[in-house]
């Protein structure tokens, strides 16, 4: 029985899981845009919006808390940099999921997960 046990797991091993959440989020702030697959779009939509709040408090604290979570040094950089003020004023809400079809060679439900403008 799964009660109360959260998250998906995609298939994969929980090194390899934790892993290719941590990419995913890596590449989403680096890029803005990602195109992937629904479930580890919503998969990665949690952690992300997670990220961003952490990020508008902008202390020393939660930059290492950041980077903690994330692989990329860049990527902290712009989240704390870029991102986070441009949210300043935004109560939540900071990606969008755009559901595109399936994929033309497993039939795969493919998804376009960005940040909001």
Known sequence: MRHRVAGRKLNRSMGHRRALRRNLMAALFRHERIHTTEAKAKTIRNEA???????????????????????????????????????????GGYTRILKLGPRQGDGAPMALIELVE
Do not use: C, M, N, W
């Not at 408090?57 to 990527?75: C, K, N």
């Not at 902290?76 to 940099?81: G, P, T």
């Open 49 to 91: 919006e997670k990220l961003i709040t952490l990020a508008k408090r902008g202390d020393l604290h939660s930059r290492r808390q950041a980077l903690a979570r994330l692989p990329d040094s860049i990527a902290v950089k712009r989240l704390f940099e870029e991102l986070a003020p441009r949210y300043a004023e935004r109560p």
